[in-house]
Nanobody, 119 residues
Framework: QVQLVESGGGLVQPGGSLRLSCAPS????????MGWYRQPPGKERELVAR???????NYADSVKGRFTISRDNTKNTVYLQMNSLKPEDTAVYYC?????????????WGKGTLVTVSS
């Protein structure tokens, strides 16, 4: 079982920035990948950004050039830097961890943190 502790959500004006943090209960190096997903009001959960254990990243087209996923190995924490925020970025953001098991990958989720972009 991997527990994920998220922080950093809140209310921000359009054009502003926020940084989300996610700290897993075990070493990042024991995980295949970590990522951020979001679920806007009334919509399905979608991938925002993902970073693999090897450092490869991928992003949703809607956030490319505005959001950056990174990790600090010394702090065992993954970040999502969100710049130039838009009202359509409003959502609950969930941290995700993919852990390898003998039976395949297992996904773990944080409780979510609300990001509201509004003037």
């Amino acid at each position: 079982q991997v527990q994920l502790v998220e922080s950093g959500g809140g209310l921000v004006q359009p054009g502003g920035s926020l940084r989300l943090s996610c700290a897993p209960s075990e070493s990042i190096f024991r995980l295949n990948a970590m990522g951020w997903y979001r679920q806007p009001p009334g919509k399905e959960r979608e991938l925002v950004a993902r970073i693999t254990s090897g450092g490869s990243t991928n992003y949703a087209d809607s956030v490319k050039g505005r959001f950056t996923i990174s990790r600090d190995n010394t702090k065992n924490t993954v970040y999502l830097q969100m710049n130039s925020l838009k009202p359509e970025d409003t959502a609950v953001y969930y941290c995700n961890a993919e852990k390898p098991t003998p039976y395949g990958g297992m996904n773990y989720w944080g409780k979510g943190t609300l990001v509201t972009v509004s003037s």
